[in-house]
């Protein structure tokens, strides 16, 4: 399985995870156990599982002065997870390159948001890549 695929793995796992309340920890092992294939990359898809769970306020804080017009309680709260993933990458994971973290955030956009959505995470993400 490819990272691109694990990703969007990540992504889906933790689009379910947002609405539930129990710990991420106890979610992952059902998970795992559900869809063992499913992890692909299993450290890379624990990593930004956990990253961006234990990180969200932070990764939050940066990337929210790039939404134009937007507050982050309005955005899709799909949109939401696929800005946090691709900052915790430019931000924490140093061995993926930014325009991969900015070009897979899109792709994933595209397949699973609105039909605006990838123009404006593209454009959110291209923002926020420029002020580091």
């Known amino acids: 399985m490819s990272r691109s695929e694990t990703r969007e793995n990540a992504l889906l796992f933790m689009f379910q995870s947002y609405f539930r309340t ?10 795992k156990e559900l869809y063992p294939d499913v992890t692909g990359d299993a450290v890379y898809f ?3 599982v ?3 769970t234990n990180k969200r306020k932070e990764i939050d804080d ?10 982050i309680e309005r955005l899709p709260t799909l949109d939401r ?11 924490f994971m140093e ?14 956009s595209k397949k699973y948001g609105t039909e605006n ?3 404006y995470i593209n454009g959110v993400l291209s923002s926020f890549e420029k002020s580091l």
Request: glycine share 4%.
């Open 22 to 31: 129990d710990p991420v920890a106890g979610q992952l092992e059902m998970f």
């Open 46 to 48: 624990t990593d930004i």
């Open 50 to 52: 956990y990253g961006v």
């Open 62 to 71: 940066k990337f929210v002065p790039f939404l134009k017009n937007w507050k």
């Open 81 to 91: 997870i696929v800005l946090e993933m691709a900052v915790y990458e430019i931000l």
């Open 95 to 108: 061995d993926i390159p930014v325009s991969v973290s900015i070009n897979e955030a899109v792709k994933l």
């Open 117 to 119: 959505s990838s123009s």
